[in-house]
């Protein structure tokens, strides 16, 4: 089974010639079935949208929020808070929401075992229910701690569809299609993102009257995915592994592939082998505390923090600035900055195929270090766009540019990594330190952008260009390409832990023949 040079096409993909045993099984060959589709849309909308959209959706009605704190503050305590106090009060508004995610995030490793991925689906849905009623009611109930309260239950409804929709996804879908799949949590978030502006404008629901429905908009959205949620399935790998109920997994599989059970040899196979690795109960201490998953942790971790660390959020605070300066109205300005978000979107729906066709490693290899490239020419640009004439038109190259770059990549790749790097057992815990780790980024560039805004201006993305090639760089020595292998070949694979590199000669593992893998091909079986 073990064979010369086998590993190393797990980084390269480098088509090896010499032979190599025949894997002891090969995924039927299953497509998209409906009710994979159905489970992709449902949780893309109902649940992905509604991250996207909490978090894209607060700028514009911002004035309009502290205007109705301070006149709540006043009616109610007689008070009249100053401008400070003011800020303070709406740093907290926006900032919860990123507190309720990260919380959210660890509790998905253990509704995720508890009641599993259906179950913690659901749990997300009915918080994104109860927050959107908080909203819309907020104002008209005078209540600014319902406001915050609903910040908070969103934040936590988003963590756990973070953590949970990418992973239960992934588990539904054949091996061939888990990075097709994977990529819909982050289009969700991203389609989520640009609905959010574009409904905040003030020709929409961005205005003194409509702000509070406009907060809670996303329940129209919620509402249309929960009808399909009694009819979607529980993942099979849960039920079986996790539970241990063999028959009704089998069951489920049956209905998620749409073929009889003689046909999903090559599933209970994986299922099987899956099963027979799991002998320790597994929780967010014991995956911390195995020093065998301390590659897998780091890089999914690093990865989801290191989507935020980039500054795609900091670029979209500059983008209405940077537009403005090459003589834009402010009001085309916003158009334009939308415009950037359907380049987002567009790039979030081009790497469903893409996953599909090229490896993981070599994407994000591109997007984070063409990403730093056209952050350095944002910082550059910016630095000098008061004294050279043709620098707004180049920063705004470096906007458009980024945007691309990181949708292609850094964008969808950090979100659902993780499902390929873990098994079964250990995966809802390490999804959920990835997806905290995303929500801790997001708070501490949310909190630390301002100031560095103030202190060094432009320079800020000179810093965040250097994030983007730290992590090319890591990407590149440790992570290996987990497009087409089984994660049982990738754990065994990750066991040495920062010893393993690219240019470390590694033990052969045994990877899987898929239409998805680009090895020599099946002639060279023997």
């Not at 509704?111 to 994104?128: C, P």
Request: glycine residues 10%.
């Amino acid at each position: 089974m073990e064979q010369q040079g086998e590993c190393q096409s797990l980084f390269t993909r480098a088509p090896q010639r010499t032979a190599f045993e025949k894997p002891e099984f090969a995924p039927v060959n299953i497509g998209w079935t409906r009710l994979l589709i159905l489970a992709g849309i449902s949780t893309t909308i109902g649940s992905s949208l509604t991250v996207g959209y909490n978090i894209g959706v607060v700028n514009s009605p911002a004035g309009l929020i502290k205007a109705f704190c301070n006149e709540s503050f006043y009616e109610r305590f007689g008070l009249v808070l100053g401008v400070a106090q003011l800020d303070v009060l709406w740093s907290a508004i926006v900032s919860i929401f990123l507190v309720g995610g990260a919380a959210g995030s660890l509790s998905g490793s253990w509704l995720a075992d508890r009641v599993g991925r259906k179950g913690a689906i659901v749990t997300s849905t009915v918080l994104a229910v109860v927050s959107s009623i908080l909203f819309v009611t907020s104002k008209s109930l005078n209540s600014v701690e319902m406001l915050i309260l609903g910040r908070l239950l969103v934040g936590m409804s988003s963590g756990l569809a973070t953590c949970v929709v990418p992973m239960y996804l992934m588990e539904l879908a054949p091996l061939k299609l888990r990075g097709a799949v994977g990529v819909l949590c982050p289009l969700g978030v991203t389609f989520g993102v640009l609905v959010g502006q574009v409904m905040s404008l003030s020709q929409v629901l961005g205005k003194e009257d409509t702000w509070p429905v406009l907060l809670g908009f996303y329940l129209v959205f919620v509402g249309l995915s929960s009808v399909a949620l009694p009819f979607l399935p529980e993942s099979p790998k849960y039920l079986y592994i996790v539970k241990g109920e063999t028959q009704l997994a089998i069951r489920q599989l049956e209905k998620i592939r749409g073929v009889e059970q003689q046909s999903l040899v090559a599933d209970m196979q994986e299922l099987q082998a899956e099963q027979s690795c799991e002998t320790k109960v597994w929780n967010l201490k014991t995956v911390l505390g195995d020093k065998n998953l301390l590659l897998p942790i780091l890089l999914v971790c690093s990865m989801q923090a290191g989507q935020q660390f980039v500054g795609i959020n900091a670029v979209f605070y500059y983008s209405v600035s940077i537009f403005m300066s090459a003589g834009l109205s402010e009001q085309n300005s916003q158009y334009a900055t939308i415009g950037a978000g359907v380049i987002n979107l567009a790039m979030a729906v081009i790497s469903i195929p893409v996953m599909s066709r090229v490896d993981r490693r070599l994407v994000f290899q591109i997007s984070s270090s063409s990403a730093a490239v056209c952050l350095f020419i944002l910082g550059i640009a910016i630095s000098y766009i008061d004294t050279i004439s043709w620098m707004p038109y180049l920063s705004i190259v470096g906007v458009l540019g980024f945007v691309f770059c990181y949708g292609i990549g850094l964008g969808p790749i950090p979100y659902f990594i993780g499902s390929e790097l873990f098994e079964v057992g250990p995966r809802p815990s390490a999804m959920a330190l990835g997806s905290m780790a995303n929500w801790a980024g997001n708070f501490i560039i949310g909190m630390t952008f301002p100031t560095m805004q103030m202190l060094i201006g432009a320079n800020s993305f000179f810093i965040f260009a250097i994030v983007a090639v730290l992590l090319f760089v890591f990407i590149r020595m440790y992570l290996p390409e987990t497009r087409g292998c089984d994660p049982i070949v990738i754990a065994h694979y990750c066991r040495n832990g920062l010893s393993l590199s690219v240019q470390t000669p590694m033990s052969p593992v045994n990877t899987l023949n898929t239409d998805e893998t680009t090895t020599a091909g099946s002639n060279e079986y023997k």
